[in-house]
């Protein structure tokens, strides 16, 4: 373990962790922690080069966080959590899910995607171009590496198959937003590969969690005491 996560922890009870999307940090779930503090023990965590937790010097890749993930709760005595996981953070939790069950409770996975061709075309080709050109820039300054890492995150990764999903065997609640970025079809393709999910929609787009926090805190929390 090369690198000291930043986290916020709020709350006791059963241990929940939050887990950001690509360039962003943990002040993403503002509006859950304090309310689902009320019942679990929060921990939103900065994941790799992203926010106050260091770069490091291991791949900079999802399952490379999913691995970070485990030495977390290694590092903090947690036994077993929940995990709710947006955007990359969904894909993080989603191989954590398959490579560590007996350290999972239940799963929330807010606008996960299984490879790129699960976002749509007007999201994922500004990004396909950008990652291009950008490795082809002059210039190998940190601003211009971290870039290239950040989007190479939605380019390269996660590269799941939907039958790897059946050996995820935690209650799952996968959740999205009506317009998100991230296909209905797929959306629909990930809750019906894993064997014990369910599916809800909330009106709005990929940023359900920062825009619509009520209805989706009712849902995330309605799912996990059920």
Not at 65 to 75: I, K, N, P, R, S
Not at 85 to 98: E, H, K, L, T, Y
Not at 190 to 197: D, E, V
Not at 219 to 225: C, E, H, K, P, Q
Request: charged share 25%.
């Amino acid at each position: 373990m090369d690198i000291t996560h930043f986290y916020k922890e709020k709350g006791e009870g059963d241990f929940l962790i939050l887990l950001h999307g690509n360039d962003e940090n943990c002040d993403y779930f503002e509006h859950q922690i304090d309310e689902f503090a009320k019942s679990y023990h929060v921990y939103a965590v900065d994941t790799r080069g992203h926010g106050k937790t260091p770069r490091g010097e291991a791949p900079f890749t999802i399952r490379q966080f999913a691995d970070d993930l485990l030495h977390f709760m290694d590092e903090h005595q947690i036994g077993k959590a929940h995990v709710l996981g947006f955007s990359d953070g969904g894909n993080i939790a989603m191989i954590f899910a398959m490579q560590h069950p007996e350290r999972l409770g239940k799963l929330i996975l807010n606008g996960a995607n299984l490879d790129t061709k699960g976002v749509k075309l007007w999201t994922q080709l500004p990004i396909e171009i950008g990652y291009r050109v950008a490795q082809f820039l002059p210039g190998t300054d940190d601003l211009t590496r971290r870039h290239v890492e950040m989007l190479g995150l939605m380019v390269n990764d996660p590269n799941i198959k939907p039958e790897e999903l059946e050996a995820i065997h935690a209650k799952t609640l996968v959740i999205a937003g009506t317009k998100d970025m991230i296909r209905e079809s797929h959306t629909r393709l990930i809750a019906q590969s894993i064997p014990n999910s369910q599916l809800v929609f909330i009106e709005g787009d990929h940023f359900i969690a920062r825009d619509n926090p009520d209805e989706f805190n009712r849902a995330v929390l309605d799912f996990l005491g059920a």
